[in-house]
C-alpha cells in the first residue's frame, strides 16, 4: 500500500487522476485496451476531472463499469450514480469502447447476473474507489460480506451510509434514500489489477484510520484493501488526522 497526503482535496484528485492515467496508458499501450471501475460520490469529483484533462488517453480503447447504483431510483434522479457519470464524465469524452451501467430499475436478481456474466470477459486493469464515512467500499456496509464471490449483489444501506447521502445533499431527507442498491462486491474489487483510492475529509478520519491501522475485518471494510498488491491511496489534510503516524 501506497499513501500520498496532500495539501487540498484538488490537489489530491489531481494526482489520483493523473496515477490512474498512467496505468490506463500502460494498459492500452501493453494490451491495446483497458477495462476499468469508476467509483462516484463527492469525493470523485476532482479525479474524474483530473481523467477528463489528460487528453492523451485514446477513450475508444476503454470500457468503463462503476461500484454501486440505487434500487429503483430513476437516471433522471440527481443522487443516480448513472446520472453522475453521464453528466459528469461520459458527456464530456469522446466514444467510449463500450460502459455498462448498473440498472437499478430492474430486477436486481437479473442485473446483477448480467453484469457478473460481461465483467468476467473484461478484466478490471484499474478500479477508482473511496471510502464511506463507516468505512464501506462501494456499498458493503459493516459487516461486509468478504467471501461471496458473486461479482455484483443486491446489499441493504445501513444507517450511517444513508446518513452520508442525505448530508452531502444527495437526497432532501434521509427517508428519500434508498434503503437497497446493487453493489460490486469486495471480492470483484479486489481482483482489479490496480486500485486507486481517494478519500478526502475530516469526516472520513475515523474510517480511515480503522481502514488503515486495525485489523481486517469486515467490520471495516475498506481495511480489505490492505490486502490488495497495487494499491494507492490518496488524502488530503483532514482525512488522514488520526492516523498515529500523522
Known amino acids: 500500500m501506497n499513501i500520498s497526503i496532500c495539501q487540498t482535496p484538488t490537489e489530491l484528485g489531481k494526482l489520483a487522476g493523473k496515477e490512474g492515467s498512467i496505468l490506463i496508458r500502460e494498459a492500452i499501450q501493453n494490451q491495446g485496451f483497458a477495462n476499468i471501475i469508476l467509483a462516484t460520490g463527492t469525493s ?19 470500457t468503463v463499469f462503476h461500484l454501486d447504483e440505487y434500487l429503483g431510483l430513476p437516471i433522471t434522479h ?30 436486481p436478481t437479473a442485473e446483477c447476473a448480467r453484469l457478473g456474466d460481461l465483467i468476467s470477459k473484461h478484466p ?16 458493503n456496509d459493516p459487516p461486509a460480506d468478504f467471501d461471496t464471490e458473486l461479482p455484483y449483489i443486491l446489499v441493504d444501506l445501513d444507517h450511517a451510509c444513508r446518513m452520508q447521502q442525505f448530508g452531502e ?18 471480492q470483484q474489487i479486489l481482483k482489479s489489477k490496480a486500485i486507486i483510492c481517494s478519500v478526502p475529509d475530516t469526516r472520513k478520519a475515523i474510517a480511515i484510520k480503522n481502514c488503515i491501522e486495525g485489523p481486517i475485518t469486515p467490520d471495516h471494510p475498506a481495511s480489505i484493501l490492505q490486502s490488495h498488491s497495487h494499491y494507492t491511496l490518496f488524502l488530503d489534510e483532514g482525512s488522514p488526522s488520526l492516523l498515529s503516524a500523522h
Open 169 to 186: 445533499g444527495w437526497f432532501p431527507s434521509l427517508e428519500a434514500v434508498p434503503q437497497q442498491a446493487i453493489s460490486m462486491s469486495i
Open 78 to 107: 440527481p443522487a443516480s450514480f448513472r446520472n453522475y457519470l453521464m453528466v459528469r464524465f461520459f458527456n464530456h469524452l469522446p466514444q467510449l469502447k463500450a460502459y455498462f451501467l448498473i440498472d437499478g430499475e430492474v430486477d
Open 124 to 139: 478490471i486493469d484499474v478500479a477508482f474507489v473511496g471510502i464511506g464515512e463507516n468505512g464501506h467500499l462501494a456499498f
Open 44 to 62: 470523485q469529483f476532482e479525479t474524474l476531472n483530473q481523467l477528463l484533462a489528460e487528453k492523451d488517453i485514446d477513450w475508444s480503447k476503454v
